[in-house]
């Protein structure tokens, strides 16, 4: 007997992979992007007494309306885009669930999708198991006329093609901390007109975004409307990765195939965290303002302790990642190390913190773009980014 060739081709997420060895390392884990701390006090009060008040049983499989409502207002605050709660939204058990969703729900085998890479290796294998086509678009490193990641316009007008269904897009963007810019936004609506295709816009880092950068809603661009579902979710914005709290919104056929999908996936979410992150989206803006600033300071701090361990990081302007150099990195017998997962391995087993070899992110024929980088998450305590600093200063590397 052996499993359907579908799920034998995934193998094991990187994520599991490297926190597993975090955790029979000891390691100080910057490797997996969840906060060592907890969101707002208020937010738990209003899970525990949703418990408490006996919403402890199946939700409505499109998510409660109380939480359905309450996203359609953050939209309107924050992007002054109009939603109806009751035909564009549904709620899912994180956004990854959302994303999966809506991969099966518009995506025909032999369809192709459009996605930046380096790219969450979930979205990969929805393509795939949706039976679409990856058309990949390189993100390159910043560079003497370039000050954050970037990507060659011909070489996004050359991966649309008559098939093209959809472009997956990221942004704020993990792993590299881009926020793509009204050009660059404007230049992907162009090509979605041209070739008549569709959005899939990852937005769950959307109030994780850092000055002077500003994150525009891809579907409030003239003409988008029609064409995207966006997703976001309640983890990244409020430090609860564990309740799984997302969802998609946009125009009712689009969300009729994410809503298809999900009543056979999921049905339903957890009922009273539902109700608690409904609180949670009508906080006042000083809320929001105040998580960001918090998160610089966070990615300043691990940014000089990565630096004083030889290892410079690329500029982030969102999400919660830094991407570092590794080519003055060097093992115990001054050797520079094979790739970003000899690196990691080494970085965790021996130096005592866990990080991400990137190359995971891309397609094969890309992942040579990955392997001089590591990924580090700073969604963590100051005492642990200085614990992790002070392990990150025994790294041994080239002299300069």
């Known amino acids: 007997m052996s499993i359907a060739a579908r799920a034998a081709s995934l193998g094991t997420t990187v994520f599991s992979e490297f926190t597993a060895l975090a955790q029979k390392s000891g390691a100080v884990n910057l490797g997996q992007g969840f906060p060592d701390f907890d969101g707002p006090a208020e937010i738990k009060e209003a899970a525990i007494a949703a418990i408490r008040a006996g919403e402890n049983q199946y939700a409505p499989g499109p998510g409660s309306l109380a939480l359905r409502t309450a996203i359609s207002e953050h ?3 924050f992007y002054g885009q109009s939603l109806d709660p009751n035909s564009m939204i549904t709620v899912t058990s994180g956004a990854t669930e959302a994303l999966f969703d809506a991969l099966l729900g518009l995506v025909d085998p032999g369809d192709e999708v459009v996605v930046f890479e380096p790219f969450y290796d979930s979205y990969l294998a929805g393509i795939e198991m949706a039976g679409g086509v990856v058309r ?3 993100l390159r490193p910043p560079d003497a006329t370039h000050e954050t990641f970037w990507f060659d316009a011909d070489e996004l007008r050359a991966a649309f093609s008559p098939r093209t269904k959809l472009v ?14 009204l050009a660059e936004l404007e ?3 162009q090509l979605i007109e041209e070739h008549d295709a569709l959005a899939l816009v990852d937005e769950v880092y959307e109030h994780l975004v ?3 950068a500003r994150h525009l809603r891809f579907a409030t661009l003239p003409g988008m409307h029609a064409r995207t579902l966006t997703i976001s979710s309640a983890g990244k914005s409020f430090s609860l990765t564990g309740w799984k709290i997302g969802w998609a919104m946009g125009p009712a056929e689009l969300r009729r195939g994410v809503q298809s999908v999900h009543q056979f996936v999921t049905f339903a979410s957890a009922a009273p965290f539902q109700t608690a992150v409904a609180a949670a989206l009508r906080l006042p803006d000083d809320y929001f303002a105040l998580v960001a600033r918090e998160f610089v300071a966070r990615r300043d701090r691990l940014a000089a302790a990565l630096a004083l361990a030889g290892l410079p990081t690329h500029r982030c302007d969102g999400a919660y990642f ?3 150099d590794i080519s003055l990195a060097r093992d115990a017998n001054g050797a520079p190390f094979a790739d970003d997962f000899a690196f990691c391995r080494h ?9 991400i070899p990137p190359s995971a992110f891309y397609t094969a024929a890309h992942a040579q773009a990955g392997r001089g980088l590591a990924r580090f998450a700073f969604c963590k305590r100051d005492a642990t980014l ?12 080239a002299t300069k």
């Open 136 to 138: 990949p678009v390189l």
């Open 347 to 355: 970085l965790t087993e021996k130096i005592g913190v866990a990080a």
């Open 168 to 181: 997956l897009l990221n942004t704020p963007h993990n792993p590299t901390g881009k926020v793509f810019t």
């Open 75 to 77: 939209a309107a605050r």
């Open 322 to 324: 830094l991407l570092a």
């Open 386 to 397: 200085d614990e992790a600093g002070s392990r990150l200063a025994k790294l041994s590397r």
């Open 210 to 212: 850092y000055a002077p």
């Open 187 to 189: 230049l992907i609506a």
